[in-house]
């Protein structure tokens, strides 16, 4: 079992930066793949990020490349999204989510967080 926790998020203007932190309870988490997503109000889930256990690979959304950047310390159990010339479309509540499955491009999670609010302003 892995809990997953969501800090870091709060309220920056439009060009500005943030840096999320995912820390993941369970002995098991440096061996998961993980995910950031986010949800828009009115709008679906969608994959913001992902990164392989080892944090070798990683894949992002076309809207968020170039700006956004997800790593991970096995160390410390914990997950990051270093989010960079952040938009005002870059609003919603952001989830982390770990799978013990090693397939990158797997779209399911087992298990998430409760989500942290990102508000831009313009």
């Known amino acids: 079992q892995v809990q997953l926790v969501e800090s870091g998020g709060g309220l920056v203007q439009a060009g500005g930066s943030l840096r999320l932190s995912c820390a993941a309870s369970g002995r098991f988490f440096s061996t998961y793949r993980m995910g950031w997503f986010r949800q828009a109000p009115g709008k679906e889930r969608e994959l913001v990020a992902r990164i392989n256990w080892s944090g070798a690979n990683t894949d992002y959304a076309d809207s968020v490349k170039g700006r956004f950047t997800i790593s991970r310390d096995n160390a410390k159990n914990t997950g990051y999204l270093q989010m960079n010339s952040l938009k005002t479309d870059d609003t919603a509540v952001y989830y982390c989510?770990?799978?013990?499955?090693?397939?990158?491009?797997?779209?399911?999670?087992?298990?998430w967080g409760q989500g942290t609010q990102v508000t831009v302003s313009s």
């Open positions: 989510a770990a799978d013990p499955s090693p397939l990158l491009f797997l779209k399911t999670y087992s298990y």
